[in-house]
């Protein structure tokens, strides 16, 4: 059996599932999120995601990572309909966009849930901190309302910086379970603070845009240290490791679920046949830690650095 988790030698200190597929991480509320997640934004944002949300699950992909802001609630509903998969197995998030005048947070998930043709969803995040300024409060205690109601099953936020979170944990009677970000080595070092609230709280980070170094920002100092491990790991395995597949375990040995997408079903299999790789040696952690401190990179929300 592989090695458990280096993520124990992490200051994270959450036990990861591998039993069974898919590998699945403990939540502050006594839910668990699967590791590996399917988003419906950047590649399929404002399309038509059913066909992919279809070949993610029939790959064995479980979690679903859509939002209002996408414009394809009802097409990732569809995929999921079409898939054939019960409703228990599955992890859908939505998330809130800017809320309309005249509505409540509450009209906009049941909006949500007809389009996805579901009773509830697993996760429901605040999409964007900026949209709801002087309000961030008040659409914190409505998210605590839904979970109530049983609309939500977990709820947190997403692209909060620690202002962000300060101001709802004000007020807060259920901490965010999670908190969706930018992260990948360019923005490590400057994530840390950030990074530090979340573990003071027991907050998950979720990992978006995981991918930049090597698709948004190839020549830096990362290449030749993700190359090295990567042959390093093709050689212990016996199988082809791509560089993308190394930065999920870097993630992955922190306790960080991927969000990731792709329409082509090869690059879908090579991200679920990450969660059978090794974990990475503490010090090619180190190593990736090293050289994505020597640049800032962010390749989404530049006004997170504000």
Request: charged share 25%; proline share 5%.
């Amino acid at each position: 059996m592989v090695v458990l988790f280096a993520l124990r030698r992490f200051a994270t200190n959450v036990p990861l599932s591998r039993a069974m597929a898919p590998l699945t991480i403990p939540l502050n509320d006594g839910k668990r999120i699967p590791w590996l997640g399917f988003g419906t934004g950047t590649a399929l944002y404002g399309k038509d995601a059913s066909s992919a949300v279809r070949i993610a699950i029939a790959n064995g992909i479980v979690h679903l990572d859509g939002a209002q802001m996408y414009g394809n609630e009802e097409s990732l509903g569809e995929g999921i309909a079409s898939a054939g998969k019960s409703r228990s197995e599955l992890f859908v998030t939505t998330k809130l966009d800017k809320l309309p005048a005249g509505k409540t947070v509450r009209d906009t998930l049941l909006e949500s849930l007809k389009k996805l043709k579901l009773d509830y969803v697993d996760l429901f995040l605040i999409h964007m901190p900026i949209h709801h300024q002087g309000r961030l409060k008040s659409v914190w205690k409505q998210f605590e309302e839904l979970q109530k109601e049983g609309l939500a099953k977990s709820i947190g936020v997403s692209n909060f910086r620690i202002k962000d979170l300060e101001e709802i944990l004000e007020v807060a009677t259920v901490i965010p379970a999670v908190n969706q970000i930018e992260y990948h080595p360019y923005v490590y070092k400057a994530a840390k603070p950030l990074l530090e609230l979340h573990k003071k709280h027991n907050i998950v980070t979720t990992s978006y845009g995981g991918l930049t170094p090597v698709v948004r920002h190839k020549g830096g100092p990362i290449d030749p240290v993700l190359s090295s491990i990567r042959e390093r790991l093709e050689k212990d395995t016996g199988k082809k490791v791509s560089e993308g597949q190394v930065l999920g375990l870097w993630l992955r040995s922190q306790g960080i679920p991927e969000i990731t997408t792709s329409s082509k079903e090869d690059r879908i299999k090579e991200y679920v046949a990450t969660q059978s790789l090794p974990d990475l040696k503490p010090e090619e952690v180190k190593a990736i830690n090293e050289a994505g401190s020597k640049v800032h990179h962010r390749a989404f929300c530049t006004w997170f650095d504000n």
